[in-house]
């Protein structure tokens, strides 16, 4: 029963030492990617800020500026995509919407990003725009890749349309998170003007008033690492409308503030990314460092028991040479036979005894051997089975001198010439 056990164990140590690093590294990659449905809004505010008024065109302060930021997977464009490339992608249609203090809109910028479900590059494979205009990203957007490292990144500011580095500055902790701290600055840069503006101004509109718009920023974010997730961000975000004809004309301040992320949308950020990192952290560390410690202690518990089955399997003494009880001298000792070569010594006689009456008694109509009488008891293959003492010379049994050993209990010899 203890080998069985032992047997056991041993299969389940090989089983899940084998699990650890089939978790770790195939299961891991395959099922750690982001949902092809997920949705996500976020809300960012700038207290105290300028905005042009483009009914007097000129700029003025605020008391807040808010920034909705929606987050929609598309599964149809997502499964199309899929098809035609043969990956597993994600798209994303993504909505930045800018309202003053009143709620009234400041611009509105639609974009599409498709990108890889598990490394986060992007695919390009058509469908890319922001603000209705055909891109080729570069780098990471919104997100950074699972197991996020200490290093620089590319980021796509969709401002600019371009990528530019994004610099790891360490470790920062948000609401008892550690998170890696990340900062790109973007220069003075000049961008397209939204297609959505107050008042049904379009582009055209303020390209006839010769305007044109240049953009700055300075942007943070603070990223889990585990996940890849940003808690928190900010931007000091700067936009301004500059004369083309009128180089040394004072530009129109379109935006200029500090944007941060509202607190309750931050705390609730940060509970959901907690959530999603106990789930990564299981896939990654908890389940094949587990899985090692258990393997390794059942591969114990299975030596443990081999060991202990052997030690109470084998008899006293067994491994040395044979003892005899009998005394040295003691004729008994010397009767008894030799063993053959690599035998056991053969059976002697009363065991042949013991073993007949004992088969006796399982037959019907037969009386055991305690039961019988004395010359009957003993039976009559027992006198075959001890071994010639002195066997008889070559040709003597012809000659008729010739006897069998005697017996107790047996008839008297006869002659080979008492037989004819």
């Known amino acids: 029963m203890r080998r069985r056990a ?24 395959r099922l750690a990617k982001i949902p092809p449905s997920q949705y996500q809004d976020m809300v960012l505010e700038a207290k105290n800020a300028t905005l042009l008024d483009y009914t007097t065109m000129k700029s003025k302060k605020v008391p807040e500026v808010s920034i909705v930021q929606t987050l929609k997977g598309n ?65 990471i ?9 200490k290093r620089d990144y590319e980021y796509f500011d969709f401002q600019t349309r371009t990528s530019a580095p994004i610099h790891y500055k360490g470790t920062r902790t948000v609401h008892g998170l550690e998170t890696y701290y990340f900062e ?16 049904g101004a379009t582009p055209e509109t303020v390209e006839q008033l010769g305007l044109e718009r240049w953009y700055t920023t300075k942007r943070m974010f603070w990223v889990e690492p585990v996940t890849g997730a940003p808690v928190d961000g900010q931007e000091i975000h700067e936009e301004e409308m500059r ?16 944007v941060r992320m509202r607190p309750d949308y931050q705390k609730a950020t940060v509970d959901l990314v907690s959530s999603q990192r106990r789930l990564v952290l299981t896939l990654t560390t908890y389940l094949p460092w587990g899985s090692l410690a258990l393997g390794g202690l059942l ?20 491994g040395g040479p044979p003892v005899s009880s009998a005394a040295p001298g003691d004729p008994a000792r010397a009767r008894r036979p030799s063993p053959a070569p690599g035998g056991s010594g053969g059976m002697a006689p009363g065991a042949v005894g013991a ?22 008891r ?33 008839p008297p010899p006869r002659t080979t010439r008492d037989r004819r």
């Open 6 to 29: 032992s047997l056991v164990l041993l299969a389940l140590a090989v089983f899940f030492a084998a699990l650890s690093p089939l978790v770790r590294w195939y299961a891991f990659p």
């Open 75 to 139: 599964v149809a464009a997502a499964g199309k995509v899929r098809e035609r490339t043969g990956r597993d992608v994600v798209v994303w249609d993504t909505l930045s919407y800018v309202a003053d203090d009143k709620g009234r809109m400041v611009s509105r910028i639609p974009e599409r990003y498709v990108f890889d479900a598990h490394s986060q590059e992007p695919v390009h494979a058509g469908g890319e725009h922001v603000d209705g205009d055909p891109v080729r990203r570069r780098g």
């Open 141 to 149: 957007e919104y997100k950074w890749p699972f197991g996020t490292e």
């Open 184 to 199: 790109q600055t973007i220069p003075w840069t000049k961008v397209k003007v939204p297609k959505k503006l107050p008042l």
């Open 243 to 258: 004369w083309t004809d009128k180089p040394g004309k004072k530009p129109l301040t379109a935006f200029a503030g500090h």
């Open 299 to 318: 591969l114990v518990g299975s030596l443990t028991l081999e060991a202990r089955t052997r030690t109470r399997g084998r008899p006293p003494g067994a």
């Open 355 to 376: 073993f007949t009456g004992a088969f006796l008694k399982l037959l019907p109509g037969r009386r055991p051997p305690d039961q019988l009488t004395p010359a009957a």
């Open 378 to 410: 003993v039976p009559s293959c027992a006198r075959w089975v001890r071994p010639l003492r002195d066997p008889p010379a070559k040709g003597a049994w012809d000659s008729g001198r010739a006897t069998r050993p005697a017996h107790p209990g047996s």
